[in-house]
């Protein structure tokens, strides 16, 4: 059997005094699609700046496919084929469409700093940014300016950078947080699509996108999983029962 | 030993009074996040000011209402430019501050001219405190140092004690917290950055005669203050005062060695090449870019600053 | 172009076409202009406007492109000057007209170079504390400068000759100011074209994302420090050609090039002409060169309009003078400028009358201080071409009154204008979605 895509090993993360994240273990199996859900305050959004390297570790370790990387810059475990999207959308507001998800591409197909070379004559970035627009329905925005979007739009132009360079483990923060039930459904079903043989972490609230989508779900409780399961398993498990205190995971 | 102490004296002042300057910049980055360019022109405000309430009045009754004329101007120009200005973001209000400099130089042009104006200290401050070795302390520099300690206490008086104060250094670590709080945010960054302003003035005063006052001042000060922040660690205001101290030393101690870069090799056993002009130079030449220099080697070895927190 | 390629609004093919012809047209503008006006004078403001315009540009790269506000950008230019006049000097008789030609060329070496070294430095952060370092630096070497005058000749700065050798290059020995003027235009042009080449490849690109948003650009795969690096580097190798061209230009070099005020000023144009479109800064290099001669020639407090033109400008159009036009054309586009027009044409009357007044107390205030000194105001003097007395109140009652009377004027119109501004751009938007 191959490495895992994540594996965490005593992970741990304090600010200060406070200790947030207190001794993680996970595998997560590569094609898998691993949902971490949690009350608010569980340290989900901490994990995945972790894995990301967005913050530093204080203690413990991460392999990406079998390989640590902790200490690692986010720019390099991005190369290493990790992306992810954030929790508050993070994209270039002043560049259009086309051009947030094209920089998006750039690294992955090998034009790194060039300085000599015409964006416009690169037809595999171009192509690559136009399928991607494709798949997350923006086509018909292509030049619209990112920061003047709506906020589904903008959502779904988060996926699209994230997954637009190819990664094969991609990690999504609260990918529906704020959308309509409609709004909701057509993510569920975009991310299903772009996501699909591709190791997939993600943190989400939503009840009906975690339990449609994820093949196994681990529940974060003040630092710690205290389960990782089949949905149906965390569904009647009772120790997650209680740490929701009594709120049904049957739907929102 | 005499040069030493004397040195260290002269650093000391010279330490206490860029701290003057560097504090109110920290407070008044912390809280607002702007980096106020223009803080060493309130400074040569401050000393002009002076100079001009001299004229009419005599040194005293400058000391106390110059800065508060200068805190003056500063909260106006808080309230009626920089407010608008932050709504365009950081650089604008960056940039702002980059045109007020501008203009108040071209200003104190316009109002007292171009060449240094007779600011002096006053007869009753002229003379000297004591001697030490065959060397005169002046006065005035102890008169300085008085006034930066004083300032100093009351400072920290304000900010443990009092309610605004806590309120400020909450914001000095959690900026965001202060408004989630519900208080009247704008107008404590009014007050701050008068506050700041008033600060730099009040050192306008009592450096602007102990050195000169001139149109040039406050370029001459003001990057060096920009170093001072930078050593220090942006925002911190231990820092501030720590990286003060230091560059106030190492300039007193610089301009009164007059030996060679060759010299100071020789001293550890190394001879340098005879000719080059590199060599021949003394520590007093370089005096004015060691500040610059001890900032390339704090960035490249630590580039939070001498006591930074923030990763910026 | 410029902040995001792709406005939208017109197909590629028509875009491209329509860049050669504007291209194209500058070009031929800028050669024609000395036939037009033949004066030594304008010769001289044209040669100083095309080194400005390069400078400028390179400067953009920094502020508009990658987002870094930097307070010591003279440093490249200057010392760009210095090497150009050093390797001018050093060539001497062996020397001619091709390799003076060239000579910009070392210039931007030298600034490449600078930026290597000091870039490494500076770039290592970005935001308020690469402002505030880029400062020191500059004052680092603005200090050097003073301490070696064997290379940068002390107070009396380093002097040359452009005109090495007997021979010419296809009849040009660069020795007539009209001949730097057509070399400028050259360089100018060159420098211009390869610049915004420079924002259609994929550093130039990204240096845009780093500037938007370093974060994500970091989480695309891209180390923004590297970016800034290789920008900064960029930038010195452009505003060291354009020190190349001053030092042929003028034939002396000052430690004043690569100077605080130097920096400021370079910054000041970039900025007024507008740092989010490409074509931004060559608006503020030319306006601003000529602004300082012309007005510059009338009045000592040149400096001072230029501060509250300055200050105006980041408080009322951070975009510059380019996005001010720029927000025309598409008002144009979208026909509905001829509804903004009335109201325009209606406001610049009680602000001509503000600028008037206000113009008016400074001119007495620098000629009753700025005088020969007490007594200045006992004799009539002149200001803005009339005999007044100083010391009487009429004159500043009256340049009090017409200030406030612009000033109640723009209050009342300046406030319909903002109401009429308002409703055309929900038009506009309206029109968009």
């Known amino acids: ?252 | ?312 | 172009m410029g902040r995001g390629p792709g406005g939208g609004l017109m197909t590629d093919m028509v875009f491209r076409r329509g860049r050669l012809l504007l291209w194209g047209g500058c070009l031929a503008a800028a050669l024609a202009l000395p036939l037009v006006f033949k004066g030594g004078f304008v010769i001289s403001l044209l040669c100083q406007m095309g080194i400005m315009v390069v400078f400028a540009l390179s400067y953009n790269m920094l502020l508009g492109q990658t987002g870094l506000l930097s307070f010591g950008h003279a440093v490249y230019y200057g010392l760009g000057a210095f090497v150009s006049m050093h390797v001018l000097n050093l060539l001497g008789k062996d020397g001619g007209p091709l390799a003076v030609a060239l000579l910009p060329l070392a210039g931007g070496l030298a600034g490449l170079l600078a930026g290597v070294v000091l870039g490494y430095v500076t770039t290592k952060k970005a935001g308020t504390t690469f402002a505030m370092i880029s400062l020191g630096i500059g004052e680092l070497v603005a200090a050097c400068a003073l301490m070696f005058p064997g290379f940068f000749g002390g107070e009396g700065g380093v002097s040359g000759n452009r005109v090495v050798g007997k021979d010419n290059l296809l009849g040009f020995t660069w020795g007539p100011q009209i001949e730097m003027y057509w070399l400028i235009v050259a360089w100018a042009f060159l420098a211009t074209v390869a610049m915004f080449a420079l924002t259609q490849t994929p550093l130039g690109r990204m240096a845009n994302a780093v500037r938007d948003n370093p974060e994500r650009a970091e989480f695309v795969g891209y180390d923004t420090q590297r970016v800034r690096y290789l920008m900064l580097i960029l930038s010195g190798f452009f505003a060291g050609i354009a020190g190349g061209l001053t030092a042929l230009n003028y034939e002396i070099v000052t430690s004043e090039t690569l100077n605080a005020h130097t920096s400021g000023v370079v910054l000041l144009m970039t900025f007024v002409g507008g740092i989010g479109l490409f074509y931004g800064p060559v608006i503020g290099a030319i306006l601003i060169s000529v602004m300082q001669i012309v007005i510059g020639g009338m009045t000592h407090a040149w400096l001072l309009y230029f501060g509250l033109f300055f200050l105006f400008m980041v408080l009322m159009a951070p975009g510059g003078i380019a996005s001010v036009l720029a927000m025309q054309r598409t008002l144009w586009q979208a026909r509905l400028l001829g509804r903004m027009l009335p109201h325009y044409l209606a406001t610049a009357i009680p602000l001509l009358v503000l600028l008037a007044g206000l113009v008016g107390l400074v001119e007495l205030a620098y000629a009753l201080l700025a005088g020969e000194g007490a007594t200045a105001g006992d004799a009539a003097s002149r200001v803005l071409g009339m005999d007044l007395y100083l010391r009487s109140p009429v004159p500043w009652a009256a340049a009090l009154a017409v200030s406030a009377a612009g000033a109640a004027g723009l209050y009342w119109i300046g406030g319909r204008m903002k109401k009429a501004w308002h409703q055309t751009l929900s038009t506009l938007q309206g029109d968009k979605a």
Not at chain 2, 34 to 42: E, G, T
């Open chain 2, 1 to 312: 030993m005499e040069f030493v102490v004397m040195s260290m004296l002269n650093g000391i002042t010279y330490g206490l009074l860029l701290f003057m300057l560097s504090s109110g910049l920290t407070l008044i980055f912390s809280m607002m996040g702007i980096l106020n360019f223009a803080h060493a022109s309130f400074y040569m405000l401050g000393a002009y000011f002076a100079y001009q309430i001299s004229t009419w009045t005599g040194f005293w009754p400058g000391l106390l209402v110059a800065p508060l004329l200068v805190g003056a101007v500063g909260a106006l120009v808080e309230r009626y430019g920089l407010r608008r200005a932050h709504k365009f973001g950081h650089v604008a209000e960056l940039l702002f501050t980059f045109g007020l400099a501008f203009l108040i130089e071209e200003v104190v042009h316009l109002v007292w001219g171009k060449v240094a104006v007779d600011y002096r200290i006053p007869l009753e401050l002229d003379g000297t405190l004591f001697s030490l070795f065959e060397t005169d302390f002046p006065i005035y520099k102890g008169f300085m140092m008085l006034v930066s300690v004083g300032m100093l206490l009351a400072l920290y008086a304000l900010l443990t004690r009092t309610r605004i104060g806590l309120i400020i250094q909450a914001a000095l670590t959690k900026p965001e917290m202060v408004e989630a709080l519900g208080h009247n945010v704008p107008r404590i960054f009014m007050l701050v950055f008068g506050g700041g302003t008033a600060l730099a003035g009040l050192a306008g005063v009592i450096g602007g005669n102990a050195f000169v006052t001139e149109p040039g001042m406050a370029a001459a000060v003001g990057s060096i203050v920009f170093v001072v922040v930078v050593v220090g660690g942006l925002g911190s205001l231990a820092g501030a005062f720590v990286a003060s101290l230091l560059i106030g030393c190492i300039q007193s101690f610089s301009i009164a060695l007059s030996i060679s870069i060759t010299d100071v090799f020789a001293l550890v056993g190394i001879a340098l090449p005879e000719g080059s002009q590199v060599a021949r130079l003394t520590i007093t030449q370089l005096a004015p870019i060691l500040p610059y220099l001890l900032m390339v080697a704090i960035l490249v070895f630590r580039p939070r600053g001498l006591m930074g927190s923030r990763e910026s």
């Open chain 1, 1 to 252: 059997m191959s490495a895992p895509a994540i594996r965490l090993a005593g992970l741990k993360k304090s600010f200060g005094a406070s200790e947030i994240i207190r001794g993680v273990d996970l595998d997560i199996q590569p094609g898998e699609r691993h949902a971490i859900i949690g009350p608010n305050g569980a340290g989900k959004s901490t994990l995945f700046h972790l894995i990301s390297a967005r913050l530093p570790v204080s203690e413990g370790a991460i392999e990406l496919k079998g390989e640590n990387v902790v200490g690692l810059k986010p720019f390099e475990i991005n190369r290493k084929g990790l992306s992810r999207s954030f929790q508050i959308t993070n994209i270039f507001h002043n560049l259009s469409v086309f051009e947030n998800l094209r920089c998006a591409v750039l690294w992955s197909l090998g034009y790194r700093y060039s300085f000599w070379q015409r964006l416009a004559g690169l037809a595999d970035a171009r192509l690559r940014a136009e399928a991607v627009m494709e798949d997350i329905g923006l086509a018909r925005r292509r030049d619209t300016p990112a920061g003047i979007l709506s906020y589904a739009e903008q959502r779904a132009l988060e996926i699209g950078i994230t997954i637009a360079s190819g990664a094969d483990v991609i990690l999504l923060d609260e990918p529906t947080a704020g959308m309509s039930n409609n709004e909701t459904e057509e993510a569920v079903a975009l991310i299903r699509r772009v996501t699909e043989g591709k190791t997939l972490v993600m943190v989400e609230h939503d009840m009906g996108v975690v339990f449609g989508l994820a093949d196994r779900i681990s529940v974060l409780v003040y630092g710690r999983i205290i389960a990782t399961d089949v949905p149906a398993a965390i569904r009647c498990n009772a120790a997650v029962q209680e740490a929701y205190l009594g709120t049904s995971l049957n739907h929102d």
